[in-house]
């Protein structure tokens, strides 16, 4: 059953999910996109849900703010404010019985995700990191420079280009206060569940060897290096299909 499901934000924003339910379990594998992207994320996240209820595996994949069908203003989008809407997505499947959840990031999702309260969401039993992003230094530089920080500061945003032709997004300068000093990975160090770095090695955007780097910080991570894939897995249909195949897998056992 996949029901399609709008919900609203304690800062009164509307979001959208769709809820895929395959058994009676309580668990359910939650998938957070990255900026520019969607529940969809060009069909890579239907085609990984698709893959997750084969093997009997619930989902929920949600537009975060100013994405996909949810209200929300690109320019006012902040780390900070991704992360009220991850939360209340997280009640949401808490109040619907959900008591283990399999969480998911890719890209600008990883920080979202990976900056979450994991004391008080113990819900959270395992965390899947795709290209995530988890050091704004260094990385994504060609959204998150000094230079992109002075036009957003003038102009009042820095508009970025999508990889896929006509889509843009307005980079607010409230965003780049909110990342200075941020560093998502920090959350992870001290974490015992189960983490899955996923990255292909030819990602230019964020290099794979931030995902090995932190992985090897971590207490409980492994990682699985896609050869000649990258950013967002889009090289090949292979490539994609490796990156699922290790999640779900992850997921299973």
Same mark, same amino acid.
């Given at each position: 059953?996949?029901?399609?499901?709008?919900?609203?934000?304690?800062?009164?924003?509307?979001?959208?999910?769709?809820?895929?339910?395959?058994?009676?379990?309580?668990?359910?594998?939650?998938?957070?996109?990255?900026?520019?992207?969607?529940?969809?994320?060009? &069909?890579?996240?239907?085609?990984?849900?698709?893959?997750?209820?084969?093997?009997?595996?619930?989902?929920?994949?949600?537009?975060?703010?100013?994405?996909?069908?949810?209200?929300?203003? &690109?320019?006012?989008?902040?780390?900070?404010?991704?992360?009220?809407?991850?939360?209340?997505?997280?009640?949401?499947?808490?109040?619907?019985?959900?008591?283990?959840?399999?969480?998911?990031?890719?890209?600008?999702?990883?920080?979202?995700?990976?900056?979450?309260?994991?004391?008080?969401?113990?819900?959270?039993?395992?965390?899947?990191?795709?290209?995530?992003?988890?050091?704004?230094?260094?990385?994504?530089? &060609?959204?998150?420079?000094?230079?992109?920080?002075?036009?957003?500061?003038?102009?009042?945003?820095?508009?970025?280009?999508?990889?896929?032709?006509?889509?843009?997004?307005?980079?607010?300068?409230?965003?780049?206060?909110?990342?200075?000093?941020?560093?998502?990975?920090?959350?992870?160090?001290?974490?015992?569940?189960?983490?899955?770095?996923?990255?292909?090695?030819?990602?230019?955007?964020?290099?794979?060897?931030?995902?090995?780097?932190?992985?090897?910080?971590?207490?409980?991570?492994?990682?699985?290096?896609?050869?000649?894939?990258?950013?967002?897995?889009?090289?090949?249909?292979?490539?994609?299909?490796?990156?699922?195949?290790?999640?779900?897998?992850?997921?299973?056992?």
């Amino acid at each position: 059953m996949e029901e399609k499901i709008f919900y609203q934000t304690k800062d009164h924003i509307k979001l959208c999910g769709i809820l895929s339910i395959v058994n009676q379990k309580t668990e359910i594998a939650v998938l957070c996109h990255g900026i520019m992207g969607d529940k969809n994320d060009s &069909d890579h996240f239907k085609d990984l849900s698709a893959t997750l209820h084969k093997n009997n595996i619930n989902t929920f994949r949600f537009d975060f703010r100013a994405h996909g069908e949810s209200e929300g203003n &690109d320019h006012e989008m902040t780390p900070s404010k991704e992360l009220i809407d991850l939360e209340t997505t997280i009640d949401l499947l808490l109040e619907k019985g959900f008591v283990s959840i399999y969480l998911l990031g890719a890209s600008f999702g990883g920080s979202v995700v990976s900056s979450i309260d994991f004391k008080k969401y113990s819900c959270i039993k395992k965390l899947i990191l795709w290209y995530g992003l988890l050091d704004f230094s260094g990385t994504l530089t &060609d959204f998150f420079t000094e230079e992109s920080e002075r036009e957003a500061n003038k102009m009042g945003f820095k508009v970025i280009k999508s990889s896929r032709p006509g889509i843009t997004f307005k980079l607010g300068k409230t965003l780049y206060q909110d990342i200075k000093n941020r560093k998502p990975y920090e959350n992870l160090l001290g974490l015992d569940i189960p983490i899955l770095f996923v990255h292909g090695t030819v990602d230019s955007v964020i290099p794979y060897q931030s995902s090995k780097v932190f992985c090897e910080k971590c207490k409980n991570a492994t990682i699985r290096l896609i050869e000649n894939e990258s950013h967002a897995f889009r090289n090949s249909k292979e490539g994609l299909e490796e990156a699922i195949d290790s999640t779900v897998e992850f997921i299973k056992f």
